[in-house]
């Protein structure tokens, strides 16, 4: 794959922000392109790789982006998360599903060899099996997001079986990390409660204390787009809707770990219901034996590790400064 020259939807939000270094570590700055939208890539970034402006609402936009740079693999990570999408019903509706399918259309119309889409575990609902939940089973969600999501599952097996195209991806769970915080899902909780403990010792969490979901620290999340994107397509049974686990938590058990950083670290609670309610149709764990067996998942970080990582990056980034990016 150190040939192909990479286009990232979505570059400068959360997972992008991550991902973009790792692939230029990878395969090198001239092979990595950002597409960005309405928004300038951070300083580290801005000389050393080129960006684009793209609205995954306009095809033409993507396919001009996919040509003039001469792209092979596409990562799509334009998305609207899912409290967001609750609210923002049509912009959910233009980005989640109309700015998917353009994407599809124009790496299928071009020459790209691989796209990689990203599905959640909003792609399950409350008749899914909460515990464990199987890679292959009832799928129900309720969220407009999550709807979103099984579109985008349904649609890389179709463009993959029908279109020839080799899509692939995960379901990923709560992402935790520290460079750019996430914006609008129900998950941010597991990030904003390290801003909280590290600015002023104290949280107030909008989540039950009891909730418990899946989660997964950044590192891990870039190390499992990549293998999948490495891996040979010979193994792969599945395509956008492989389950990726590495450790689950309620907000309380969470609190704990970080109490064990700030032992006066105060955990407070208003729920949000809304939040709340999306929580409880979602999984609490995830079998991911799928992806080990297909192309070899192995998450490193469990959940101390990543709070003492968390908090050592953290704590640069916001109070010793300057952060050292890889
Ligand atoms: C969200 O909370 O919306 C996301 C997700 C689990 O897909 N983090």
Redesign the pocket.
């Known amino acids: 794959m150190s040939k192909n020259r990479i286009l990232v939807i979505g570059a400068s939000g959360q997972i992008g922000s991550d991902l973009i270094p790792r692939l230029i570590d990878r395969y090198g700055n001239n092979n990595v392109v950002a597409g960005v939208y309405n928004c300038e890539l951070p300083d580290d970034l801005k000389n050393i790789i080129p960006d684009v402006s793209i609205d995954v609402t306009k095809y033409d936009q993507i396919e001009k982006a996919i040509i003039d740079n001469k792209i092979d693999v596409v990562y799509n990570l334009a998305s609207i998360?899912?409290?967001l999408a609750e609210k923002e019903f049509q912009l959910a509706y233009e980005v989640n599903f109309n700015g998917t399918l353009n994407v599809f259309e124009a790496t299928r119309n071009t020459e790209v060899k691989q796209l990689i889409a990203v599905s959640?575990?909003?792609a399950f609902g409350d008749r899914s099996p909460k515990i464990n939940t199987p890679n292959d089973t009832i799928q129900n969600p309720n969220t407009i997001?999550g709807i979103s999501k099984v579109f985008t599952e349904l649609l890389g097996n179709y463009y993959f079986e029908k279109k020839g195209l080799d899509v692939r991806g995960v379901r990923?769970?709560?992402?935790i990390s520290w460079k750019v915080e996430?914006t609008a899902?129900?998950?941010?909780y597991a990030v904003e409660i390290f801003y909280g403990a590290i600015l002023n010792k104290s949280y107030t969490c909008f989540l039950a204390p009891d909730t418990r979901l899946p989660m997964m620290y950044m590192p891990d999340a870039i190390s499992a787009l990549i293998s999948l994107s490495e891996c040979d397509s010979s193994r792969l049974k599945h395509r956008v809707d492989y389950n990726v686990a590495s450790m689950d938590f309620t907000p309380a058990e969470l609190a704990i770990e970080i109490k064990r950083k700030i032992p006066d670290f105060e955990m407070n609670y208003e729920i949000d219901y809304s939040r709340q309610e999306i929580a409880d149709s979602w999984p609490s764990s995830l079998d991911d034996s799928a992806a080990r067996a297909e192309w070899d998942w192995d998450p490193k970080f469990n959940l101390s590790g990543m709070v003492d990582d968390m908090f050592e990056n953290l704590t640069a980034k916001l109070i010793d400064g300057p952060i050292h990016l890889p």
């Open positions: 998360l899912s409290t959640s575990i909003a997001y990923f769970p709560g992402i996430p899902g129900t998950t941010d």
